[in-house]
């Protein structure tokens, strides 16, 4: 039950409505596919389109989403913020990685990412702090999957990162 | 055919002797485990009152609660002042020596346990103003101040509050059949619901500095007492909604006279709340049933905005049957109404919004509300009450009887999304949809959260896809109204995500991880997997519409729901309730295999093998032929090449001397594996194609899996060579896992290297 801690914050009444139909879970989902033959991380992200939105903000006020406003500005931004907000380690190493760009899905953005390593290292660390900021109860859904086998972590303001095993 | 069985039954003493033999310890025990079994364990027992094939039984009771109100709004200060009669009726065989009633307002109060119901860290990042709202601010001065409970003659009644219930002792208890009247005045503050995300409150415009009151849970409320909970009063902490009995009311509100209000329940006195011009129009709306007719327009409600009149109207509200009452004032609003038929009744689709809500408000609104009366009439049984209400109110989506506030606001220029549209059209029909799950088919929503939320979600989905229907012009550029639940392929990435996150649908709303898929997405999934893919249509709407027309204006149990359903439809649904409902387990069926064979007059080494395992010469054995699949090293596909009759002589001289012609035996023969490692169990649905092109669909009863949770076999035997085998080709069961569901195996491009290969070229 621990675990629960994150769920919500201790302040106001946040949490004591769930009235609404729509989405009133702050959530993201990350899927991570390793490619042992391209020796790469095939990373695809879904995050709602009001919270992106919404934290693409702090940077330009008027800054609207599907559709964009300005879609070559909603690209950077998005690159940008996936740079800051999952971290690719090992070893105190971080490995960048390319945003191959996004699609809309309904009320959802999915961003594919891809990360190329030169040479495979046994296990990484990952850490994602996606919309961490602007709302504390985030949940942070990540799925490994690698030789066909699928595991699936939950990560949250006080547990932010985690290690995925990359040898078989 | 050629009979085995002499060898089959001595094969089966000589494996029990050596599996005797080989067991060093005794064998141990144990219980029915068996996906099929009954949920006797996890049913209540039916009786009197629920009866065993989920009707209401012959001494089912409910008490009666009716109320007269006074209610008055100070808008400057924002509190409620009010006045109740009530008259308790009591239907029960149970003399009641008190009285529970509900304090939901409680909730807001400084010292409430549920502010502490939440463990909390401390943020690693955090934004100024949450951090003024987490450190600085003094906590919102909220929950109701009783003044006073006295009975019928003014004499005070003894009552103890603890946290959101209440206790009235009563002098004498009041005896089966009696009836006890009693009165209450309270106040509270009225929160700012947008600060402070209530079900109801105000909302403050800065620009013109006026409040929208969306009004509930404002009085004291009776508990519901019954046979399953006796007294409902488990505390309201903030998730589980609301328990609460039928009556009839009478409500007078009194608000500045520049308002204008909408609440449950008919309006008794429109002539003298209204102007002149207002009152033909409400009149003439009346007979408006091709279009909404505006009551007050937005260029009136726009003139409104800086009167902030003195005077005081009192709106004069009567409602039969009902299990609650809310309300909607503001000198902000416009309104709009149209008549609707449903069945032989004429039903009034209302809405009530801002400015701000438009252009949106006006266009989709009223239509929303209509098509919902329509569709969920069609599902279940015809509306029965006067009007529905849609108001428009900022980040809200709750339902009362006859009204309910709901979101989806332009942006400030008049322009909005494709989300916005669609999210604000959604929750119309959801919360003027909960008019029938729970209103009046009146289920413990503060007990099980996914008998109102799952149900209505369900027929949501229904009723957004026949709006998509009946309003192309509102879904321009999408084939169909893109629902965001319902469809199973939706459920996929909650149901496959991490067990210990996962509760349950049979879980109470307090105790579950994320409410929106425990309570809405995935009971709603559940039934529409029930109608499209295991009952079909026909016998699922004739079931669910059975457990609706039971249970209106009653309180329904899980058990009720469950039963009724088979009770109607002669389908056995254990398994399913008990897979989707009472387990989080999930959907994971696949082909593991796929062999081709034949049978030839010679063993291969592996049957010989086993013949001298058992100690038999061939020679002792009576005619017989031996299989030789794929895995042997007998296995020569050009012996088949023609006919499977080919690899043996025996065959082909037996069917000869039987007269059976070799044409009637089929050219291929396979043995394809059906792997499950998912827990629930669902109707296997394959398809098989072929080499000729043709393409055959079978959907195997659930009951294949009854003796084997884990694999099956099926034999297929056909003219044409089998290519693919594909389980679930539409994903209609939600399987979690797709990688294998072919054979062969194929991966299914992800949505990584589909897009990939989209910016590539």
């Known amino acids: 039950m621990q675990l629960l801690l994150f769920l919500w914050i201790s302040h106001t009444l946040l949490g004591i409505n769930e009235p609404n139909p729509s989405h009133k879970f702050y959530v993201s989902t990350t899927e991570i596919e390793f490619k042992e033959d391209s020796k790469s991380l095939q990373i695809t992200s879904q995050l709602f389109i009001d919270d992106i939105e919404l934290q693409l903000r702090s940077n330009q006020n008027d ?15 998005l690159r940008n913020y996936f740079e800051n907000a999952l971290q690719f380690s090992a070893q105190g190493k971080e490995f960048n990685f390319t945003f191959l760009g996004k699609e809309y899905k309904n009320d959802i ?60 | ?12 003493v000589i494996l029990s002797l050596t599996a005797l033999m080989l067991s060093a310890q005794t064998p141990q025990g ?106 600085v601010k003094e906590p919102f001065d909220g929950g109701f101040n009783i003044e006073w409970v006295q009975d019928a003659n003014g004499n005070t009644l003894p009552y103890k509050i603890n946290q959101t219930m209440m206790r009235v002792d009563l002098p004498e208890a009041i005896q089966p059949g009696g009836i006890y009247v009693f009165k209450i005045k309270w106040w509270y503050n009225i929160n700012n619901h947008v600060e402070g995300r209530g079900r109801s409150g105000y909302e403050y415009f800065e620009e013109d500095g006026n409040k929208a009151y969306v009004i509930a849970q404002f009085f004291p409320r009776l508990c519901v007492y019954n046979d399953v909970e006796g007294w409902q009063n488990y505390q309201f902490w903030g998730n589980g909604e609301f328990a609460l009995e039928f009556g009839d009311y009478k409500v007078n509100i009194t608000v500045p006279s520049d308002h204008i209000m909408e609440a449950t329940g008919r309006l008794q006195n429109p002539k003298e709340v209204l102007s002149k011009e207002e009152y033909a129009r409400f009149q003439a709306s009346e007979k408006s049933y091709d279009k909404p007719l505006l009551i007050v327009t937005e260029e009136e409600a726009r003139a409104k905005e800086s009167s902030f009149s003195k005077k005081k109207t009192t709106w004069k509200y009567q409602a039969k049957n009902v299990r609650d009452f ?58 029965p009450y006067p009007k529905a209400v849609s108001v428009h109110a900022k980040n809200q989506g709750m339902e009362y009887p006859m009204i309910c506030w709901n979101y989806g606001r332009p942006d400030k220029d008049g322009q909005y999304s494709d989300r916005t549209k669609f999210g604000m059209i959604s929750v119309i029909i959801h919360e003027v949809g909960h008019n029938f799950f729970p209103m009046i088919v009146n289920s413990d929503e503060r007990q099980w959260g996914w008998m109102d939320e799952g149900l209505d979600t369900f027929v949501q989905y229904l009723t957004e896809q026949e709006f998509g229907e009946t309003h192309p012009e509102a879904i321009l550029g999408f084939q169909k109204y893109p629902s965001r639940r319902g469809a199973p392929q939706n459920i996929v990435p909650y149901m496959a995500g991490d067990q210990e996150f996962i509760s349950p649908i049979m879980s109470n709303p307090e105790n579950v991880y994320q409410l929106g898929p425990n309570a809405y997405a995935k009971p709603a999934t559940a039934l529409n997997i029930l109608r499209e893919t295991v009952m079909g249509r026909e016998a699922f709407d004739h079931a669910f519409k059975t457990y609706a027309q039971r249970w209106m204006f009653k309180h329904p149990t899980p058990e009720d729901f469950f039963r009724t359903m088979e009770d109607a439809s002669a389908i056995d649904l254990d398994w399913f309730w008990r897979g989707w409902f009472y387990t989080t387990d999930v959907v994971d069926i696949g082909v593991k295999k796929v062999k081709k064979y034949y049978y030839s007059d010679t063993p291969d080494a592996n049957a010989k093998e086993r013949l001298k395992e058992y100690d038999y010469n061939l020679d002792d054995l009576p005619e017989m032929v031996f299989k030789i699949d794929e895995d042997s090293e007998m296995f020569d596909p050009n012996k088949i090449k023609n006919n499977a009759l080919e690899g043996s002589e ?22 394809v594996e059906f792997e499950k490692p998912g827990g629930l169990v669902m109707p296997l649905i394959v398809e098989y194609a ?25 034999v297929i035997t056909s003219d044409k060579e089998l290519i693919s085998v594909t389980v679930d080709p539409d994903q209609e069961t939600a399987d979690i896992n797709s990688d294998n569901n072919s054979w062969p195996r194929k991966e299914a491009p992800s949505d990584f290297e589909k897009f990939k290969e989209k910016i590539k070229g």
């Open chain 1, 63 to 77: 800054l609207k989403l599907a559709p964009d406003s300005n879609a070559v500005l909603v690209d950077s931004l």
């Open chain 2, 650 to 671: 025996l065959l082909k001289n037996h069917l000869e001397k039987e007269g059976i012609s070799a044409d009637r035996i089929p050219k291929y023969f396979y043995e």
């Open chain 1, 109 to 168: 953005v999915q961003c594919y990412l891809e990360l190329q390593f030169e040479e495979v290292p046994v296990q990484i660390e990952l850490k994602n702090t996606l919309l961490f900021n602007l709302f504390e109860e985030q949940q942070n859904i990540v799925h490994f999957k690698f030789q066909g086998q699928r595991k699936s972590f939950l990560l949250h303001q006080k547990k932010p990162s985690v290690s995925l095993s990359l040898s078989p």
């Open chain 2, 690 to 714: 072929y080499a000729d092109g043709s393409k055959e669909r079978v959907t195997y009863p659930v009951q294949l899996w009854r003796k084997n949770d884990a694999s099956v076999k099926k």
């Open chain 2, 1 to 12: 055919m050629i009979n085995f069985s002499c060898l089959r039954n001595s094969t089966v």
């Open chain 2, 326 to 383: 809310g309300f909607a004032t503001s000198r902000k609003f416009i309104w709009e109404r149209q008549a609707v038929q449903v069945g032989n009744q004429k039903v009034m689709a209302v809405s009530l919004y801002p400015k701000e809500g438009n252009p949106l408000w006006e266009e989709y609104s009223t239509k929303a509300v209509v098509q919902t009366l329509q569709t969920y009439s069609k599902f279940t049984f015809e509306y």
């Open chain 2, 30 to 135: 144990h219980t029915n485990g068996n996906k099929f079994r009954q949920l006797y364990d996890q049913f209540a027992d039916p009786n009197k009152y629920h009866t065993a094939s989920g009707a209401p039984g012959v001494e089912y009771f409910q008490q009666q609660v009716d109320y007269v109100m006074d209610v008055e709004l100070d808008d400057e200060k924002s509190k409620l002042y009010g006045e109740e009669t009530i008259t308790y009726t009591n239907n029960s065989p149970d003399a009641l020596p008190y009285l529970w009633l509900q304090l939901d307002q409680n909730i807001r109060k400084k010292d409430a346990p549920a502010l502490e119901k939440n463990g909390a860290n401390s943020a690693i990042t955090l934004s100024p103003s949450s951090f003024v709202s987490d450190y």
